[in-house]
């Protein structure tokens, strides 16, 4: 029996450390602080990473057997189209977690994911545009995913035009994390009503934009390229909280020690 | 519950008092559709073909058009507040706003489009699937546009915000509801989609009253 | 080299689409720091002009 | 029994706050505002413009959050049960609350409905105010002074402990204000609370009334 107790007596240490890490996280000058030291070595290791996923799709990664070279802008298209989701999704948990707990810090992420998220989703479907040129002969074919890619940027510009709309920075923040909420809650129900939208096209069936089924030597870039994407976006995240820590907490006597 | 269906009976005369301010989305609507086949011509199978989508993104417009001064006249007067502070749950009593809108000015319009699908030549299967899927559709759209309307009650400059920011969550509704009025035309059976519809419709009645009252909360502070 | 370029026939293709990537990318990047940097001289002069009136007054 | 009563001294009744921060876009409006207002007692806010007296009967209505600080009611936050407080809770700010289109009494009718309270003595403070000549006309058409009073009106016919009042006394005149300050004092004679922002002199019964001076604002 004292074992069991034993463990849960880990499990409190545990989960007390975590819960601790958290809160002492969520206080803007300690996040400051980290997000100052890190910030170099993100940038760093996503360049890195970039280069060598890039040398590898481009280079060592062998031509696919449908699509030849064509194939290689996936090394660019997949992993801009996983972090637009991904940028998204962590938009709205940081609005979640500023509604629920009222944690200023969270809104200064939700907030500089914005723009990050909408480059990316920008990035995805003209990349996805360009990929799929070659294969239907037009620029933009209505593909399932590259139409929800669009959706999922105006939903960014949306967030972003009611954040600039709202004169005071507190409800501003508050009325944008509403939205992301609204928004994510939303999110599989576009991708499932844009996907049957398109299983009911009566035209010739085009290929649609489906990474082909990839290993070995065509995989490693691509998983290169998605952990180096996201090095990338915590990189530019970390920064763009830095700003809005700032824009936030302009009045503290911490920020006035840091400037001066 | 009863307290909801007092605002319904309170929001209701108010908006007979005022039934200019109703009819500017029909007038709207009428006339969007009306743009249609003088742009595209009087050939029947492009009209019929064109018709259910363009009757209803008119519908989610003239929607849209009408949620725009959904809270901003009561935000303005001060009864918002009133009802922010009154005992009862905030969200049931902005139910309460948002079913009397959609009576007032989305039933009319579900009951017109038929009308207006004759004339673009759509056939009888057509026009009973666009008022089914109207119907169905539309709750969702006043809903969803209700917590936008809540978003955007309090700003000035910002009159086609409500739009940009609720059109993107509505492409769901629109392409059940429209790519399946327009099925019908063609004579398929729209039973897959229309309950699809009425699922997503069911998902925000029950959750975007949350959101509106958490909205209206942020614009009165 | 040359068929490095012409990547089997989608060579221009695939440079546009590493080259756009590369170019918004970086923007992005260059655009954040900036508007952090710009942030932080703003409120250094509004600090230092704020306590110059202190001094002052 | 005894530890009933104990039990209420130590849990504190009306509304409390303490260490609260009023702040409006960027500017701090008030720092480290505590007060505590009990039953039978009345709050006068004064203060220059700007102050922050709207933003602080804001506050205290649970509709605008506090930067920092926390109102209680009954010991309790007001963030954790808001429904408690508003059930307890009159307010009149600087905007009527009524809708144009309709008439005063369908007006007051609402909010009665609202407030959950039926409207017995509702005749009684509409002559009172002298309203009964536009009491069937369209709140549109009415002067701001008879607005005011129909706003006035609501309040005073919601049959609730607690009213939090945004310069009442504006638009009446001198035997309006008389009648106000009476029917206050009948108030808190009732064990009522009342919080008012005033400019003028209340008229409350110095031992109930306390006043609270705000600085800050426009010099």
Known sequence: MPSVAYGRQLDAIFVLSMWNWFFKLGSPPHFYRIATRLEPWLMGGALVLLVIGAYGGLAMAPPDY?????????????????????????????????????????????????????????????????????????????????????????????????RQAMPETRQ????????????????????????????????????????????????????????????????????????????????????????? | MSIFFAVIKHDLAMAFRRWSDLAMPLVFFVIVCTLFPLALGQDKELLQAVGPGAIWVA????????????????????????????????????????????????????????LLALGFDIPAAGREALL????????????????????????????????????PLSVPVLIFGARSADLAARGQSIEGPLLLLGGITVLALTLTPFATAAAVRVTLD | MAEIIHMGGYGSYVWSAFGLTFVVLLAT???TKRSLQQTRNRLTRRLRSASATEASS | MSNASSDNL????????????????????????????????????????????????????????????????????????RA??????????????????????????FAARLSGSDDNDLAEIISALQLQGCADLPVAHLSAGQKRRVTLAR?????????????????????????????????LRANGMLLLAAHQDTGLEAHRERVLELQGGEP
């Open chain 1, 66 to 162: 449908l699509q030849g070279d064509g194939f290689r802008i996936i090394y660019v298209h997949v992993p801009s189209a996983f972090l637009s989701m991904f940028a998204y999704s962590v938009m709205a948990v940081a609005s979640a977690i500023g509604l629920i707990w009222r944690m200023k810090l969270a809104f200064c992420v939700a907030a500089a994911s914005a723009p990050a998220g909408a480059a990316f989703t920008f990035l995805a479907l003209c990349t996805g545009a360009i990929w799929g040129e070659p294969i239907w002969g037009t620029w933009w074919a209505w593909d399932p995913r590259l139409t929800a890619e669009l959706v999922l940027l105006f939903l960014f510009l949306g967030y972003m035009l009611l």
């Open chain 1, 172 to 260: 501003a923040d508050r009325a944008s994390g509403i939205l992301a909420v609204v928004g994510v809650v939303n999110l599989p129900i576009i991708h499932y009503s844009v996907e049957w939208w398109n299983s009911i096209h009566q035209g010739p069936s085009l290929m649609k934009l489906e990474t082909p089924s990839i290993d070995g030597d065509m995989l490693w870039p691509l998983l290169v390229m998605i952990v180096a994407y996201q090095l990338l976006f915590i990189g530019i995240l970390f920064t763009s909280i830095r700003t809005q820590i700032l824009l936030r907490e302009r009045n503290t006597r911490w920020i006035s020690d840091l400037l001066s």
């Open chain 2, 59 to 114: 519908a989610l417009l003239a929607t849209l058009l009408s949620l725009n001064t959904l809270f901003r006249e009561d935000f303005d007067d001060g009864s918002l507040e009133q009802l922010a502070l009154s005992e009862h749950p905030l969200s049931v009593l902005l139910l309460g706003k948002t079913a009397a809108h959609w009576l007032v000015a989305e039933v009319p319009l579900v009951l017109l489009a038929p």
């Open chain 2, 132 to 167: 089914l899927t109207l119907l169905i559709g539309t709750p969702t759209l006043s809903l969803l546009g209700s917590v936008g309307a809540a978003l955007t009650a309090g700003l000035r400059r910002a009159s086609g915000l409500l739009a940009v920011l609720i059109l």
């Open chain 3, 29 to 31: 990047v260059w655009l």
């Open chain 4, 10 to 81: 130590r849990q504190p009744t009306g509304l409390e706050w303490r260490q609260l921060a009023l702040w409006r876009g960027d500017r701090c409006l008030q720092k480290n505002l505590n007060g505590h207002l009990q039953a039978g007692h009345a709050i006068t806010l004064r203060g220059p413009n700007g102050c922050g007296k709207t933003t602080l009967i804001r506050t205290l209505c649970g509709l605008t959050e506090p930067e920092y600080g926390e109102v209680l009611w009954n010991g309790t936050a007001v963030r954790l049960q």
């Open chain 4, 84 to 109: 408690e407080l508003h059930a307890q809770l009159a307010y009149a700010g600087h905007r009527a609350g009524l809708k144009d289109e309709l008439t005063p009494r369908e007006n007051l009718h």
């Open chain 4, 155 to 187: 309040v005073l016919s919601s049959g609730k402990p607690l009213w939090l009042m945004d310069e009442p006394f504006t638009h009446l005149d001198q035997a309006g204000r008389e009648w106000l300050s009476e029917r206050f004092n009948q108030h």
